[in-house]
């Protein structure tokens, strides 16, 4: 079976975490920092705060910035459900706008036509690896004076004219095992605001700067000393990871591009002056939900993994419809929860694993 995602973890990561567990000193302390100054340099910002998984960033960010009851947070219905819990966790209000259709982002122009006087922040998820339009986001949020969230957690890496993602407002990224790179748990925040980050680290922390003086409520998110050091052992590898995420994905779409001629499927569209880090390959079946469920069967039958991200947008969640939002009315989302299966793209692919996706997907479709 090839697996749609496959962690990999080498020499260098098993020697760090044995190095770990020899020195004693297994809670928070200088791995963590010196991945905190790692990551931050990488991404292009003044500061990271290691939290102990992408969802505790966003929620450590969102009370950072002090968003909370009768606030708003606009954000994309179609991700994964922390993107919009972390609103509902410190007693905002998510408010859905659709995205658009070619690269699963949202549509900046909705984002403004929904904006509100109790409106605080834009969520933006840079889905599937690919980047959102920053340039309109952050414009749209400097002209009515919104904080700019980016949920990072899919793109480790991603580009938007040549700008790394995680650099243009507060960045929350996660270190799931199956993402681009992996603490196995673990996430991060990051900022060029020294008064967030400051604050972030507090909240992270039982509410604590000094041991046992709590100034506020604050969280158990730390991160180990044991996931910061399987992230350094990750970081020197994440750009050659990318880049052969690059090339099996553009190998992919060489080899499926007969099936879109032929309209059975529509490949998924990168953006010039965006980089694609390619977290997850998905194409969409356009015959709809029941055509698109016999493919992923029949793809497991034939020896390949594959996934739906994601069968339910957020709104039409049994939470979501129980909180108000199920008349809510988001064409595009909807069609592509019907339509989207991720394929396996991840660096640990062979020439050979690429053909057999791509050999495995025209025999299933041409039946």
């Keep these: 079976m090839i697996p749609l995602a496959r962690p990999q973890i080498g020499e260098e990561e098993k020697a760090a975490v044995l190095e770990v567990l020899a020195s004693g000193q297994l809670a928070q302390g200088p791995r963590v920092r ?122 480790h890496g991603a580009t938007f004219n040549g700008r790394k993602v995680g650099a243009w407002g507060t960045a929350c990224y996660s270190f799931y095992p199956t993402k681009n790179m992996t603490t196995i748990e673990g996430g991060m925040i990051t900022t060029d605001d020294a008064a967030i980050a400051d604050r972030a680290r507090m909240l992270r922390s039982q509410g604590e700067r000094t041991r046992y003086v709590t100034e506020e409520l604050g969280y158990n998110y730390r991160m180990t000393e044991i996931a910061a050091a399987l992230g350094l052992a990750q970081m020197p590898k994440i750009d050659a990871r990318n880049e052969q995420r690059r090339a099996n994905a553009a190998r992919l779409t060489d080899l499926l591009a007969p099936l879109e001629d032929q309209g059975k499927l529509v490949l998924p569209r990168t953006v010039p002056g965006r980089t694609h880090v390619w977290h997850q390959y998905t194409v969409r079946v356009t015959a709809g939900r029941e055509a698109r469920d016999a493919l992923h069967v029949s793809m497991r039958g034939r020896g390949v993994e594959t996934a739906v991200f994601y069968p339910t947008p957020i709104h039409r969640q049994p939470l979501y419809v129980r909180l108000g939002y199920g008349e809510l009315d988001l064409p595009v989302a909807q069609r592509l929860a019907d339509e989207v299966l991720s394929l396996p793209v991840h660096p640990a692919l062979s020439d050979d694993d690429l053909e057999q996706i791509a050999t495995a997907i025209h025999e299933a479709l041409e039946r």
């Design 34 to 155: 010196e991945f905190e100054e790692r990551f931050a340099a990488w991404c292009g910002v003044k500061y990271a705060v290691a939290t102990s998984s992408g969802t505790s960033a966003l929620h450590v960010a969102l009370l950072a910035h002090e968003i909370g009851s009768g606030d708003e947070v606009i954000t994309t219905p179609f991700s994964f459900i922390a993107s919009a819990n972390c609103a509902l966790y410190v007693g905002a209000r998510p408010v859905f706008v659709d995205i658009e259709p070619d690269y699963f982002t949202l549509d900046p122009a909705q984002v403004a036509e929904r904006i509100t006087p109790r409106t605080r922040a834009v969520l933006a998820v840079h889905l599937f690896g690919q980047p959102c339009d920053m340039d309109a986001l952050a414009a749209v949020a400097e002209a009515h004076n919104l904080i700019l969230i980016e949920d990072a957690c899919q793109s």
